[in-house]
């Protein structure tokens, strides 16, 4: 397949500069969820969810649903940057969140706790969201070597049907996570605002470890 197009080229949802975040961090707590694929996120963040009453956001799966619905236009540009192991622009996937941020806050009387998993992974998502929507408590880092991701994706590739659980776009997704994301990690790593777990051992493990670092940043689990 050809290169796709600079996301200048692409069509993009409207942006609007804005003096302040659409949310407070007073009402509104964000906790952003980042790993390599395969690392476990989804696993964790369902725990999370059950425990302490977060909202589970994942960026991944707002953008399968928006390539997948009706009248979208957006939809085929966002197949053509997954299948490729590429990023989606960054306007489109800040707006996504926005969107489905409002929609809970408007059910839960103003307030909310957000887990965003899969985001921000590049720099320019990061500065945009906490800019423009909503400054994060902290970064939830997941760290897995490449070889025991590779193996979890393509296990669950034989059951997923999801069109990036193949080895090609498995590879590309290391490659795209190592290059791009990474930076996201150590820019907040620098502003104190990172816990990193490490996601090798088996899940229940790892949930331990998530709940103790949970509970240093002040969340509580549910009684």
Same mark, same amino acid.
């Given at each position: ?39 476990? %996120?989804? =696993? ?6 059950? *425990?302490?009453?977060? @909202?589970? #956001? ?78 994060? %408590?902290? =970064? ?6 490449? *070889?025991?991701?590779? @193996?979890? #994706? ?70």
């Amino acid at each position: 397949m050809p290169a796709l197009p600079p996301p200048s080229k692409n069509p993009k949802l409207s942006s609007p500069q804005k003096d302040t975040p659409t949310f407070s961090s007073s009402n509104v707590a964000v906790v952003f969820v980042l790993g390599g694929p395969g690392a476990g %996120k989804g =696993t964790q963040c369902a725990n999370l969810v059950r *425990d302490y009453g977060f @909202k589970h #956001l994942s960026a991944g799966d707002l953008l399968r649903e928006e390539q997948d619905r009706p009248g979208s236009q957006f939809g085929n540009m966002i197949k053509d940057y997954i299948k490729q192991g590429a990023i989606v622009p960054m306007e489109v996937t800040v707006q996504l969140l926005e969107n489905a941020m409002t929609e809970h806050i408007k059910d839960a009387g103003g307030k909310g706790k957000f887990l965003i998993d899969g985001f921000p992974r590049k720099m320019d998502q990061a500065l945009k969201f906490e800019q423009a929507v909503c400054p994060s %408590k902290f =970064t939830l880092f997941f760290d897995c070597p490449e *070889d025991v991701m590779q @193996k979890r #994706l393509i296990n669950r590739g034989k059951s997923s049907g999801r069109a990036d659980d193949n080895v090609e776009s498995i590879k590309k997704r290391f490659r795209t996570f190592v290059e791009t994301s990474m930076p996201v990690v150590d820019y907040f790593a620098k502003e104190g605002k990172v816990e990193k777990v490490s996601a090798i051992k088996s899940p229940d493990d790892i949930y331990s470890e998530v709940t103790a670092r949970m509970a240093k940043r002040g969340f509580e689990l549910f009684k």
